[in-house]
């Protein structure tokens, strides 16, 4: 008999006679004995688990080995909430907990431990456990549960409070004064559950409360909440299914075990920040001499206004902003001031007051260069030094040289390589503002039957360091962009030299087509504004392509590389094209998102269609776990390292009588 042929049956009788034999060596023994596999217990609980009519605020929780708690910090939830945080500690083989907080009326307490316990020697969870007990004449045992997602990506959200408010208290104030009078915290699936609820009509908020007060008191916070009707928390009996393994890879039964089912068990919270229209200067900048950059925690339609103390800033600058012009770049015009290590100058830009009010805001400000103008010409005297050595070796040589060294040339960048996508852009990026952009030097030419001609297209800039060549670019296509030198003239002097670059637009082959049907359109009729944005994103969650659904809900997107691709939708509610977060303060949700929960395989010369009801699923189940970030939190299990020992045993055992 080989060892692996075994009997589960062998190796059980094994383990008993083992554990008969050393029944004393629960803790292990120096000779590898048999290991501690049971989780531990609870003997008893002062005041009782489910006591009622309780004033105490010290409880004292027995077990029948030494334990430990994890993390009680995150996993232990006491409610109601607790302003002054309880003191939670384990001491030998209890658990020792005071509540700092003054008991309420009629109301029941909760300690929810999630699987923060386990035993002190092998680490074995005690599984999920919760003590209560009430101050008044009853336990309130109802249960709600849910999910808080992040409304921009649906990510699972980890460690925010979810808590309820009664429906009856309908203050506009409610989430910024009052604390919930339930609560709980999601776990690493964005699931949480709030217990001890008594019946009646709730509302569900969610928090990530940074300073512990239970109040949404910053605007920093993380906030979700549900605005359809209130809740109504009940039950009902139910069946499961449990299955009982035998190890890790056989089931030993599985049975149908009854359960009390709470509801509702689905919430679903999409949460999101509020919009941070706060503005204040962050910082500013001169890492290169000729440009200062300054750093804005929100824009503002009106640029800074700069004022020079010793320098003249009449047309001093040209101006560059980002697109949510909350970076602002002033490019120096004049080389005498790129040259000037120190400029000193009065600032003038919109900020906000400590009242949350746009007010203008001088500021006297100076702004040092990173390099100054003596290392600068040290590091081109060195250059130059170096240039002339090469020029010696050339002219000793015979070999020609030149008496004049060239400065450099200004180098544009180009989007492309040698080949690029039928809808690809071709973009040329500047590295300074021009003052001169000769488009009759820039040249486009496409090859049909072996012969070159001239290609229409389109050279204009799209921002201060931008510019598009717009051109109807054909399939399986070749073209060349030569642009001629000097084209592009810099501030400061420096032109191009002549660039050529070959562009192969690729065939339709090497392409595969999708079309998303999204059916029933979730905007309605008087939407007049509203668009649905269909998204394709890469495994990493990022947007790699997206396009705007018709009237009928159909999205399409030719020319896709061969990949796997995830779907994502936004209900553009303000047709702004992009995704707007809620404001609390108006009562506005952020706009809708969803995921299709397949994967979507396009390979080359396939035409995938899809069809999509987005809410089909739900929301809580759409991501797919492959791009989900935020994964589940790993699940405590007993070890059973006994199973192994006892297999261990047998096989010995088998060996030693030469089976």
Request: charged content about 25%.
């Amino acid at each position: 008999m080989s060892p692996k042929s075994i009997s589960p049956a062998l190796i059980c009788t094994l383990f008993i006679v083992h554990c008969t034999l050393f029944s004393c060596a629960r803790m292990g023994n120096p000779d590898g004995g048999w290991y501690d596999d049971t989780p531990p217990s609870v003997l008893s609980a002062s005041p009782a688990d489910g006591s009622t009519g309780i004033r105490a605020q010290k409880v004292i929780i027995n077990f029948d080995e030494y334990i430990k708690i994890e993390d009680a910090q995150n996993k232990v939830i006491v409610s109601p909430p607790q302003l002054e945080m309880a003191d939670i500690k384990a001491s030998g083989r209890r658990i020792i907990i005071e509540l700092k907080d003054s008991l309420k009326e009629n109301t029941t307490y909760t300690v929810d431990f999630s699987d923060a316990i386990t035993d002190n020697n092998e680490g074995n969870p005690m599984g999920n456990y919760t003590y209560s007990f009430s101050t008044g004449s009853q336990i309130d045992t109802l249960e709600v549960s849910g999910y808080c997602l992040n409304a921009q990506d649906l990510e699972p959200l980890k460690g925010m409070l979810v808590g309820l408010y009664e429906a009856s208290d309908t203050t506009d104030s409610l989430f910024y004064k009052k604390p919930f009078l339930r609560v709980s915290r999601t776990n690493g699936s964005g699931h949480f559950t709030i217990k001890g609820v008594a019946p009646g009509r709730y509302v569900v908020y969610a928090l990530q409360d940074s300073d512990g007060d239970f109040l949404f008191s910053q605007k920093s916070e993380t906030i979700g909440y549900l605005t359809s009707d209130t809740i109504s928390p009940t039950w009902k009996p139910d069946v499961r299914q449990d299955t009982v393994w035998l190890d890790s890879l056989h089931i030993a039964d599985i049975k149908r075990v009854g359960f009390t089912h709470f509801l509702p068990d689905d919430l679903t919270l999409l949460c999101y920040q509020h919009p941070m229209t706060d503005r204040s200067l962050l910082k500013q900048e001169r890492t290169e001499p000729q440009k200062m950059t300054f750093y804005f925690t929100y824009g503002h339609d009106s640029l800074p206004h700069i004022e020079g103390l010793n320098f003249r800033s009449d047309s001093a600058f040209i101006v560059e902003a980002s697109e949510r012009r909350d970076t602002v770049s002033y490019w120096l015009r004049d080389t005498t001031l790129v040259n000037q290590d120190t400029l000193q100058y009065v600032l003038t830009y919109w900020m906000t007051d400590t009242l949350g009010q746009l007010v203008l805001q001088r500021d006297t400000m100076e702004s040092l260069a990173k390099t100054s103008y003596e290392k600068r010409m040290k590091d081109l005297q060195k250059e130059r030094e170096k240039w002339e050595k090469e020029q010696d070796k050339h002219r000793k040589r015979g070999e020609h040289y030149d008496t004049v060294m060239p400065r450099k040339p200004l180098q544009p960048k180009l989007s492309v390589s040698s080949q690029m996508d039928p809808l690809q852009q071709l973009t040329i990026t500047m590295p300074e503002p021009l003052v001169g952009c000769d488009t009759s030097a820039v040249h486009l030419y496409v090859m049909i039957d072996s012969v070159w001609y001239r290609a229409p297209h389109e050279l204009r800039q799209t921002s201060t360091l931008q510019y598009l060549l717009d051109a109807k670019w054909q399939v399986a296509t070749e073209y060349s962009l030569e642009i001629d030198s000097a084209a592009f003239r810099g501030l400061y002097g420096l032109v191009n030299s002549p660039i050529k670059q070959g562009i192969k637009v690729r065939s339709e082959d090497e392409f595969s087509k999708l079309i998303v049907e999204i059916a029933p359109s979730p905007l309605s009729p008087a939407d007049t504004t509203a668009q649905i944005i269909v998204e394709l994103m890469d495994s990493g969650d990022k947007p790699v392509r997206r396009t705007v659904a018709d009237e009928r809900g159909v999205a399409r997107f030719p020319y896709l590389k061969p990949s796997t691709y995830y779907l994502r939708a936004i209900v553009d509610l303000d047709g702004n094209g992009q995704w707007d977060t809620g404001d609390y303060a108006l009562g506005r949700q952020a706009e809708p998102v969803y995921y299709f929960p397949e994967e979507v395989e396009c390979k080359a010369k396939w035409d995938v269609n899809r069809k999509w009801n987005l809410n089909a699923t739900p929301r809580f189940r759409q991501k797919p776990a492959k791009i989900t970030k935020q994964k589940p939190d790993k699940e405590k299990q007993l070890k059973n390292r006994n199973l192994e020992r006892a297999r261990q045993l047998g096989i010995e055992y088998m060996k030693s009588k030469g089976l």
